[in-house]
């Protein structure tokens, strides 16, 4: 099955986004074979379809991303390389682009790339237990491009709030004002900000509506459902399958603070199978 990235670059190619290469040039034949490696039935297909590509083209981002993705290393050696590809990516580009098309860098296909190679980055950070520098990256991604097409903010929240950065939570729930009402990451990510900023009464208004949007994630917060292994396909929004594929960023955020934990609670049970099915 693709990762993630791949899909994203398949969907770019797919909708119509990116522009088909014509085999004009060494560079558009390996972007054509890092496509074809997105569609291998098998691993060993994809690996010769990417060493083809870098043979043509040794600098082709997505094809080192995948690479890298099947690639056995350590986690700090994973960050170093990440780091690498994040530098040619930026280079590739040109300092032009970082003017031309900030902030909506999303919008003009080149940047792809370069903004997948950060994500990736970022969740290494965070997963490496570099939290600071994972937000600053995602910061970065938000600075260039503000409609966040590729969803960071509900990563950056859950940091934030982690780290008792209410201000700058506070700013990332206003810049994006209709989340609360239908993401489970922003509608409990209010709940937090609240209590750690001791509005008690805003917390309990800002529960009620977490509850109504999700009531699912509740349930793992308090530690009454476990988070299985492997994570949904997809999600409905509202459903038990949004809470746990959003489930560990914002058991981080809450387990920074115990006594946030503590004061949910203290609030009224959600009374047995009320968000438990």
């Not at 170093?80 to 902030?103: M, N, Q, S, T, W």
């Not at 709030?161 to 810049?175: F, G, Y």
């Not at 239908?182 to 209590?195: D, I, Q």
């Not at 509005?199 to 349930?219: K, S, T, Y």
Request: hydrophobic share 45%; net charge negative.
């Amino acid at each position: 099955m693709p990762s993630a990235m791949e899909l994203r670059a398949m969907m770019d190619r797919f909708m119509g986004e990116l522009t088909p290469s014509q085999g004009s040039s060494a560079e558009d034949e390996a972007e054509e074979l890092v496509y074809e490696a997105m569609e291998a039935r098998s691993l060993a297909s994809q690996k010769r379809l990417l060493d083809r590509a870098l043979e043509l083209d040794g600098e082709n981002v997505d094809a080192l991303l995948m690479k890298l993705e099947s690639s056995a290393m350590g986690e700090q050696a994973r960050i170093d390389k990440l780091r690498d590809i994040v530098g040619i990516a930026a280079r590739r580009l040109g300092e032009e682009a970082f003017r031309e098309y900030v902030p909506h860098f999303w919008g003009h296909f080149p940047t792809r790339s370069f903004m997948r190679a950060k994500e990736l980055l970022a969740q290494a950070l965070a997963e490496g237990g570099f939290l600071e520098e994972s937000l600053r990256e995602y910061e970065e991604m938000l600075s260039l491009n503000k409609g966040d097409n590729q969803g960071v903010r509900y990563l950056l929240l859950p940091g934030l709030l982690a780290l008792h950065r209410l201000e700058e939570a506070r700013k990332l729930l206003a810049q994006f004002p209709d989340d609360r009402q239908w993401s489970v990451v922003f509608a409990w990510g209010e709940v937090l900000e609240r209590v750690l900023a001791e509005d008690e009464a805003g917390a309990a208004v800002a529960l009620a509506a977490a509850r109504q949007q999700n009531a699912h994630l509740e349930a793992i917060l308090r530690g009454q459902r476990k988070v299985p292994k492997n994570m949904p396909s997809r999600f409905t929004l509202g459903s038990k399958e949004e809470a746990i594929c959003y489930a560990k960023p914002m058991l981080m955020a809450w387990g920074k603070h115990p006594r946030a934990l503590a004061w949910l609670a203290a609030q009224d049970k959600l009374g047995g199978a009320r968000g438990l099915n």
